[in-house]
T-cell receptor, first 111, second 114 residues
């Protein structure tokens, strides 16, 4: 079973920041937080991951709370192409290619 | 550079038949993982292969099998197909088994079992 809880759906206006929350209250000290997204009819796409510190890359920012029990993925300027299902996943780093996907959050970016 | 490629993209089979799905990883990637995604659900892990050896298996029956070839490409085989095997089958590659959370997925093979 997935170890994360996400809202099933969210809306965001185009050009505004999209903030996607994830609860992982049972996360262990050696587990990373990963975010993937899946645009309709495509394979999942890696976005970002982190352990303790906040992370930023060209796609998004990841904010992890100090107690690591929750995190937020931020898309700073959402576009229509960001409409997708976003998955938050926790895992240890030596689990190889195994990811446990939950239901994810369906983000709809509206004009 | 080419991403992960899968074939065929779509196929239709009948119950009881056998299917083989193929995957070519990104050049230089030695690890291949397979996932099943039923409509409306997140992907479910089936297998991981690294250096031609099975390194992980999900909760799937023995009808599901896979192998990895010397060029790191991979095949997923499913025998005695059931209606419930209808799904999108995704292949993902990564450089190695450690620090391998960053997976690169292909577009998938959509299997319909009638």
């Amino acid at each position: 079973d997935a170890k994360t809880t996400q809202p099933p759906s969210m809306d965001c206006a185009e050009g505004r920041a999209a903030n996607l929350p994830c609860n992982h209250s049972t996360i262990s000290g050696n587990e990373y937080v990963y975010w993937y997204r899946q645009i309709h009819s495509q394979g999942p796409q890696y976005i970002i991951h982190g352990l303790k510190n906040n992370e930023t890359n060209e796609m998004a920012s990841l904010i992890i709370t100090e107690d690591r029990k929750s995190s937020t993925l931020i898309l700073p300027h959402a576009t229509l192409r960001d409409t997708a299902v976003y998955y938050c996943i926790v895992r240890v780093d030596n689990q190889g290619g195994k990811l446990i996907f939950g239901q994810g959050t369906e983000l709809s970016v509206k004009p | 550079d080419a991403g992960v490629t899968q074939s065929p993209t779509h196929l239709i089979k009948t119950r009881g038949q056998h299917v083989t799905l193929r995957c070519s990883p990104i050049s230089g990637h030695k690890s291949v993982s397979w996932y099943q995604q039923v409509l409306g659900q997140g992907p479910q892990f089936i297998f991981q292969y690294y250096e031609k050896e099975e390194r992980g298996r999900g909760n799937f029956p023995d009808r599901f099998s896979a192998r990895q070839f010397p060029n790191y490409s991979s095949e997923l085989n499913v025998n005695a197909l059931l209606l419930g095997d209808s799904a999108l089958y995704l292949c993902a590659s990564s450089l190695s088994t450690r620090r391998a959370g960053e997976l690169f997925f292909g577009e998938g093979s959509r299997l319909t079992v009638l």
